[in-house]
């Protein structure tokens, strides 16, 4: 089997790819960047500039999935021109996937694509399921629900699609984890705000194999890619700081500090998302770091 991956060389397409290539699963990737073009055994990279709707159609030879992964990160400043880009790198990429296919006549039979929790309100109180209907009225509200729009047109090329909605990704080199313990490790560790918010979050390794997991079954609709128990903002502080070794001295850290350093990103930090993984649970997968502790001892153990 070959498998087609956008993002496959950003903090969770690398995972994947690891799991791929241990399940023997050949993998073709698009990457922007020619220098990183290479043809290995199982791993075949393909050039694409969907700014100009350039793309290698070569790409889709042989190959009977795509697992979408591609967007520029949202761990950045957010201007005008960066929040364009946070939107149309998602986007506009899919529309060339679905352009080339219908344009070359490939023959797809799956799509799974990267979502996010983004989609859901901030809400204390609220437990989250697929089947919520009202869409945060946030800047990342906005760009998940055009996300998964654009998406779901896979589904006119005669494509099975399935969505997963990614919470907070925690691993060892990338993501959030290492700019959380930063502050702990030098004894300046504390909540945001409150420190009630709800931290929907998940093992990269877990996430990965629910990527797989979703191709494997070719399973369909929509699934939150969280681990089965959410915990607050203080509760994720308290215990790397704990597994770390590190006191926690200093009070919370106010709303309006972070927002003068992060600008209005900052809401990353204090949105409330309590999300539910029954669903995928329902369909037989089974999460090797359900609980918290275990997760982090072994990415920062």
């Known amino acids: 089997m070959t498998v087609l991956i956008t993002g496959a060389t950003g903090l969770i397409g690398q995972e994947i790819v690891k799991q791929c290539h241990a399940q023997g699963i050949n993998v073709h990737y698009l990457t922007t960047s020619k220098s990183k073009l290479s043809t290995t055994d199982h791993y075949k990279g393909f050039y694409w500039n969907p700014n100009t709707s350039e793309i290698d159609h070569t790409c889709f030879e042989g ?19 960066y929040k364009k880009e946070i939107l149309e790198s998602r986007t506009q990429t899919a529309q060339l996937l679905q352009d080339t296919i219908k ?41 998940v629900e055009q996300w998964e729009a654009v998406v779901e047109n896979f589904k006119a090329l005669g494509c099975k699609v399935a969505k997963i909605r990614i919470g907070l990704v925690l691993a060892k080199d990338g993501g959030a984890l290492p700019e959380i313990v930063k502050p702990i490790k030098f004894g300046a560790g504390a909540a945001f705000g409150s420190g009630k918010q709800w931290q929907s979050w ?19 609709g929509i699934y939150n890619g969280v681990a089965p128990n959410a915990v607050s903002n203080q509760e994720l502080t308290k215990l790397a700081a704990s597994i770390l070794k590190r006191p926690l001295i200093l009070p919370n850290i106010p709303k309006l500090a972070m927002k003068l350093v992060l600008g209005k990103m900052h809401i990353l930090l204090f949105e409330s998302q309590r999300v539910s993984s029954q669903k995928i649970e329902n369909k037989g997968f089974n999460f090797k770091y359900a609980n918290l502790r275990p997760a982090l001892e072994d990415l920062l153990g």
């Open 63 to 81: 190959v009977s999935a795509i697992i979408n992964l591609v967007g520029a990160s949202i761990s950045k400043r957010w201007t005008d021109n």
């Open 103 to 143: 344009t070359h006549d490939y023959k797809i039979d799956y799509v799974v694509s990267a979502s996010a929790i983004g989609i859901y309100p901030t809400s204390l109180t609220n437990y989250y399921e697929e089947n919520h209907t009202e869409i945060s009225s946030s800047f990342l509200g906005e760009v």
């Open 202 to 220: 998940i093992h990269i390794t877990d996430l990965a194999s629910l990527f797989m997991y979703a191709l494997q079954y070719q399973l369909e």
